[in-house]
């Protein structure tokens, strides 16, 4: 397939080629085990930063390798192929944590925390959403009281990915008036006396830990402020784009996967004297899968060379992180009916995926706040 595109090149196909045997070799095998256990073992980040999945997009001088957003494309698509979103959610936790730190972060943060995290030494999570809003950001409730030296944080936040394993928090704190302008960044880190974690269960994403987090009276450091106090909405919203078209393209890789699992069991499945896929209907079903599969992927690749050359389409961004989010739930509703009985089975790839579908629909700004934001961006207004 990257052979026939301009957007990748034979270093692409190479990092492909490593990815793909790195998820048949250590993540698939294990997935069932790891969503009974509810987790997966930390030395999975090691081995995924030797072969430069947690590197990607991050500065060399401190632990990345610079690559590409198309190499970020395919790390997505091929962790993909494991089948459980609760993985890449963790191992990758970092990409949404992280970047803060490294835009507007002091040296001596960025020196303390990105080369471990960059190693799959430490672990890196972000704390935005809060139980009285979600994607409600510039009106967040956590409080940050400056005194003396030390920040006092009181609060909490929820949904929280990598909540319980994490050793660095990037945390969203109100040191301001309301609004946008009073929201600050601090970094916060495991074992601070007042902060604790509870873990939550889920519906899907079962191997990714996730948590709601406490703040009881909190002293953070002043030199844990990330970037400029009151500047940190900023900061939070810079890193939008590239973690929209990450989530859109997890969200297409699981569709094919959906595909490729449909296509696999039509073959074999055998009724009404044949097999499954000697039904036009089946065919039909498998078609339009792969329609909204590639029309989605030209869209998410179209955009991610725009942004590459410097474009910032944040409207376009948007709508593509509902089609893709709607071609998953569309992909993996199909698969499961094509499966039939088997595919509301635990253990199965599908019923996997389909329990999926609306986190991916929530996380990274919700469907409804994709379509107005992208609505306004575009200029769809009085």
């Not at 030494?121 to 409730?141: F, H, M, Q």
């Not at 929201?183 to 916060?188: A, F, K, T």
């Not at 900061?235 to 699992?261: K, P, S, T, W, Y």
Request: hydrophobic share 40%.
């Amino acid at each position: 397939m990257s052979r026939s595109s301009p957007f990748y090149t034979p270093e692409h196909d190479a990092f492909r080629e490593a990815v793909r045997r790195f998820v048949a070799r250590e993540i698939t095998p294990h997935v069932e085990a790891w969503e009974a256990e509810g987790s997966f073992p930390r030395e999975l980040y090691r081995k995924a930063a030797e072969l430069g999945i947690l590197g990607l997009g991050f500065p060399t001088d401190h632990g990345g390798n610079d690559g590409d957003l198309f190499m970020t494309i395919i790390a997505a698509q091929e962790l993909a192929r494991c089948g459980a979103g609760g993985v890449l959610a963790s191992l990758l936790s970092h990409t949404i944590g992280c970047p803060p730190i490294v835009n507007v972060g002091s040296e001596a943060i960025k020196r303390r925390v990105l080369p471990p995290v960059m190693r799959g030494e430490k672990i890196s999570a972000l704390g935005i959403t809060e139980p009285s809003g979600g994607s409600d950001v510039a009106n967040l409730r956590t409080t940050a009281r400056r005194e003396g030296d030390h920040y006092i944080v009181s609060g909490s936040k929820t949904f929280i990915t990598s909540g319980i394993r994490a050793d660095f928090y990037t945390v969203a704190v109100r040191t301001g008036g309301p609004g946008p302008a009073g929201v600050s960044l601090l970094l916060l880190e495991k074992g601070m006396p007042g902060f604790t974690q509870t873990p939550l269960s889920k519906m899907g994403w079962l191997c990714s830990d996730t948590a709601t987090l406490h703040f009881d009276g909190v002293r953070v450091p002043a030199g844990n402020l990330v970037g400029v106090e009151n500047e940190g909405f900023k900061a939070i919203m810079q890193n939008f784009n590239r973690e929209r078209i990450f989530l859109a393209a997890g969200a297409n890789g699981f569709a094919r996967v959906c595909l490729d699992e449909a296509l696999t069991w039509a073959r074999q499945r055998e009724m009404f004297g044949g097999k499954l896929i000697d039904q036009q209907v089946t065919r039909h079903k498998l078609a339009d899968m792969a329609m909204r599969i590639e029309a989605t992927q030209a869209m998410l690749e179209s955009l991610a060379w725009r942004v590459e050359n410097g474009d910032r389409p944040v409207g376009e961004i948007c709508l593509l992180k509902n089609q893709a989010t709607q071609t998953l739930a569309h992909c993996a509703s199909e698969a499961v009916q094509m499966h039939g009985g088997a595919g509301f089975i635990r253990g199965v790839t599908v019923e996997r995926i389909y329990r999926e579908v609306k986190v991916n629909a929530i996380g990274g700004g919700a469907e409804e706040v994709m379509r107005d934001l992208a609505a306004r961006q575009l200029g769809f207004h009085a």
